[in-house]
């Protein structure tokens, strides 16, 4: 029986570190954290201008000669800080531009501008749009008319 004794100690303590590696038993994914929801983009001021100075618009307004050359579209947006918005740019239903703004603080001004050719007169408009496509703003204006 001595000789019987050292082999069922040996047993049982091979049988405990076997139990302490069993991988038949896949422990359950840890739950992955929820997203944070999305910060609603709100658009304090949205207007086209002739040009932007020290981050205000200058020479406003929804008519603007033909040989006008260049337009801003400018806004100010609040609750996008680390997001990005999107200026649309269409010439009557023509996308003509699409340029994407990074939003580094809330409240944020930011703006993108557009050469208009003096030959494309008529009816244009801008879209603030968030990440995902919404429209946020439309802005319309005549070129030359």
Do not use: Y
Not at 15 to 31: E, I, Y
Request: with cysteine; glycine share 10%; aromatic share 6%.
């Amino acid at each position: 029986m001595t000789r019987i004794t050292p082999f069922i100690a040996l047993v049982l303590l091979g049988t405990g570190g076997l139990a302490a590696q069993d991988t038949t038993k896949a422990a359950a994914p840890a739950a992955a954290p929820a997203a944070a929801p999305a910060a609603a983009v709100d658009v304090a001021e949205a207007v086209v201008a002739k040009a932007v100075v020290d981050r205000q618009p200058q020479d406003t307004g929804s008519t603007f000669p033909a040989d006008v050359g260049q337009l801003v579209c400018w806004t100010k947006v609040a609750g996008a800080e680390g997001a990005s918005i999107h200026h649309v740019w269409f010439h009557g239903d023509t996308q003509v531009g699409d340029v994407e703004l990074q939003v580094g603080g809330s409240p944020w001004r930011t703006w993108s501008k557009k050469t208009v050719p003096a030959d494309w007169t008529g009816a244009w408009h801008v879209e603030v749009r968030d990440a995902a496509g919404t429209v946020l703003k439309r802005i319309d204006f005549t070129v030359g008319q």
